[in-house]
């Protein structure tokens, strides 16, 4: 088939997106050496197969009689192929009859959009007529000679569609991100801000406001009525303090009966009960008809480390001792120079039982690092098995060159692609294809595309009628760095 007509017509199908240009690029490739009369198209929702449909019957239509079948119910469908061929209808018992009779010097050009929709005996009676076929879909309906698929948008792509909202090109990686691939999502964002927002719709929405409002008004002041009364209750229940020769004393404190302390502290170890019984006798209360008398900086320093006793041993026993030892501390003016033993004494023994309490949560943690240290080292075993080659491709000039072989599922597939063909040189690449991981198999790169067919000449028989074709490496660039921006968005969300 001569295609030099229809690449010069190409070249003024200025609005086409890259990718569209692409396909029709490849296309053309196809029908300059092949004389195909099926060709089948695959791709997602929403990646332009209708804006390519359209685009191809204005291409054709100068050189063959096109016509076009795009949302049309199946029981119409014959009726609205004989319209636009032949101008009239006839019987459908006759239409093939109809079509071996035409003699017109425009050979006929069936386009069908999303083929999906049709039964496959449809679909198998329009592919059996003598006629160049076009088909574009989601999935593969009929055994086609050539399937083309339609690759993913890139940034070229997100930046001529999105050329008025004039957004950087951080901004356009996040659109594309959040597409997967679908242009209608690409340009969501767009219709949103352009679409009028109804008055009724805000006058709805400011009910539920003014009762969220409310109902917060209501607890903050709840919340403020519980805090002035915890306030007023504890200033009244706070006890006074007095003065008396510069030292502090607690004047109002209801003390904790001694018969009382004793039956609480008997449950406790001996050790606790050595320690409340020293307490006991070297803090007893002195006589309060004498004066007091001022202490001396020996006193108070011996005061002080009375007090840092009492506090350890709040650390070990039940709140009732705490505050029966450090009543009787408190009044206590004289201390005795057993004080300095006791608390010794109370230190080593709980540092000792501090450390002997650390020893196996340390040994806990030791062993919780070890067991992150494997695991972490499992996963980048696993990271490197993988064996996708992004940064060669990513360092590899964007004018090369690469011949696509095939699209996996997961890195092992490809391990499994890569022992039936050892010989080949192969790289690959992990990209975000509807939501899936998906991992492309290329061979190259090359300096022109002209050496990837030359290549591709070279290849096993099973691999060449695979449906390997050329892409740029330039396009590969695009999705690796679109796949990165994916994976980082969610991970932060």
Known sequence: MDCTKLQQALADLAHLLPLQQDWFTRL?????????????????????????????????????????????????????????????????????AQINQYTADQELCLIIDDGQDYSAAFMQLLTSLSVRCFIFATKPVVPAALTLTINQAGPEDAQQLLAAEELSSEQLAQRLARAQGNLHYLLQDITAEKSPKLKVDRVQENKPRLIVMFSIAIVAILIAGLVIGFQQFYATHQPKITKQNGIENVAELALVPEHSVIATTSGLPSSTDNVDTEISKAYQPQDTTEPSKPLDTIELAELNNTINTAALIEDNVSDQVATKSVKAVSKKMLVTDNDTAVSSTIDASKSQSQSS??????????????????????????????????????????????????????????????????????LCYQRSWQGKSQVVVLLGPFTDPKQALAARKNLPTKLAESGSF?????????????????QQLSTVD
């Open 470 to 486: 050329v892409k740029s490496i330039k396009a590969v660039q695009a999705e690796i760095t679109a796949f990165n921006v994916s």
């Open 357 to 426: 309490a650390l020893e196996p949560a340390t040994a806990a943690v030791v062993d919780a690092n070890q067991q992150l240290d494997v695991s972490l080292a499992a996963e980048v075993t696993e990271t490197t098995e993988a064996g996708c080659h992004e940064p060669q491709l990513i360092a590899a000039s964007n004018t090369a060159s690469a011949l696509q072989l095939a699209v996996l599922s997961n890195p092992a597939a490809f391990k499994r692609f890569y022992s039936r063909y050892p010989k080949l040189d192969m």
């Open 28 to 96: 053309l490739f196809q029908l300059s050496f092949n004389d195909i009369e099926t060709i089948q198209t695959l791709g997602a929702t929403g990646s332009g197969k209708s804006t390519l449909a359209l685009a191809l019957a204005e291409l054709l239509s100068e050189q063959f009689n096109v016509a076009l079948l795009t949302a049309v119910p199946e029981k119409q469908a014959i009726t609205a192929i004989q319209q636009q061929w032949f101008g009239h209808q006839v019987d459908a018992t006759d239409f093939t």
